[in-house]
């Protein structure tokens, strides 16, 4: 453990873009629930940020070599507590995903299991003896992250299962490919694919089909994607204002504080507010890969880098979804979806990035 020594030392541009994009996020959630069921979603977002601050000095307090060399029991605690939710927890929502903390609160695991596969596979880069990875490196890498690919993917929740792929292959990528191994994931990929469509629940499949085509099931599972597009195209170039969206206050869209705030956004915002959150989002993306592109060595690049790809592979996916460009996933909007364990976790692998940042001053 240690101190800051000073508050300087902090990446504030990170922080502040941050709550930048939280704020917004606020905002959004009191326009879309207000006069509804969920009013107090707003506030206690504003709770799960003040977590989250809280989180993020904690976290930047302990050297990330650390919690680097911590990770596989980390891993095990969290892969055990992933099969407890699947024998043990109650169904809700069509999923056995939470933890129960009484007062309406819940923690969902999976989120969490994202930082650790992060900080497990920037220790498993950064002990490989060579400057490229052996196949079997590559096989128990891969195997280590679908082993909780799967459990997560089993309960049912694929949006956030998909989430670890990009941690994965970020991984990969950093500890570097032969040829023939590329081609090999690449052959894996196309035969895996078609194979994975027999496994997915009927509602998922229904999703993929409503991304093609959302029109030909309206009422049902292209209801979302629709009223999404509507909601976005209605927004124009400014917007119809704070708490004057049509299809957000009319309830046409659904999720519209959750998975959909983005398309909740665009409605009151327009083209322009969309613009400007995309280039927070960007600005954002660009401080965590430069804090990578001066880590003090290989671990620290692995964990800002893989943060930076869950992150934009979350951004992609959301807006990509609400404007039917990619299938419905269920994958939050980072930092302005409403979840306290979205947030907290975000918040988490940020005061990581920023933990690698601090390293730069402290060695």
């Known amino acids: ?13 990170l922080l502040i873009l941050t709550l930048m994009i939280c704020g917004i996020g606020v905002l959004q959630i009191y326009s879309a629930t207000q006069a509804s069921e969920n009013a107090d979603r707003w506030w206690k977002q504003s709770l799960y940020i003040g977590v989250g601050l809280i989180a993020f000095y904690l976290i ?24 407890f939710l699947l024998i043990l927890s109650r169904v809700v929502l069509g999923a056995k995903r939470w933890i129960g903390l009484g007062a309406g609160f819940k923690l969902q695991p999976s989120e969490f299991m994202k930082l650790i596969l992060i900080l497990f596979v920037a220790r498993y880069i950064s002990e490989l003896k060579s400057d490229s990875m052996e196949l079997t490196d590559l096989v128990k890498l891969s195997g280590l992250v679908l082993v909780p690919f799967g459990l997560v993917a089993l309960q049912p929740d694929l949006g956030t299962a998909l989430c670890y792929l990009p941690i994965l292959g970020v991984g990969v990528l950093l500890a570097g490919l032969t040829k023939q191994q590329a081609m090999a994931l ?8 078609p194979a994975g469509w027999f496994m997915l629940k009927d509602y998922q499949k229904a999703r993929i089909t409503s ?3 959302p029109a030909s099931d ?31 206050q009319l309830r046409f869209l659904p999720f519209a504080h959750t998975d959909f705030i983005f398309a909740a956004f665009a409605e009151e915002h327009g083209f322009v507010g969309v613009v400007f959150v995309l280039g927070l989002y960007f600005l954002l993306l660009m401080q965590i890969l430069q804090n990578a592109q001066t880590a003090p060595d290989r671990a620290g690049t692995a964990i800002c880098m893989g943060v ?22 269920g994958i939050p909007l980072p930092l302005m979806s409403y979840g306290g364990s979205s947030i907290l976790s975000f918040f988490l692998m940020l005061g990581l990035v920023n933990n690698v940042r601090l390293r730069r001053f402290l060695q």
């Open 1 to 13: 453990m240690f101190s800051l020594r000073s508050l300087r030392d902090i990446d504030w541009t």
């Open 60 to 83: 930047s307090q302990i050297d990330y070599h650390t919690l680097v060399g911590q990770s596989p029991m980390l891993y095990i605690v969290f892969g055990v507590i992933l099969v």
């Open 186 to 193: 690449l052959l894996i990929f196309v035969l895996v694919v």
């Open 211 to 213: 991304f093609v085509d």
């Open 218 to 248: 309206p009422q049902g599972s292209g209801y979302q994607v629709m009223q999404s597009k509507i909601a976005v195209g209605s927004g124009g170039m400014w917007g119809l204002g704070v708490t004057r969206g049509m299809q957000i």
């Open 308 to 329: 930076g790809a869950l992150m934009l592979f979350h951004v992609l996916e959301n807006a990509g979804m609400v404007a039917g460009l990619m299938p419905v996933a």
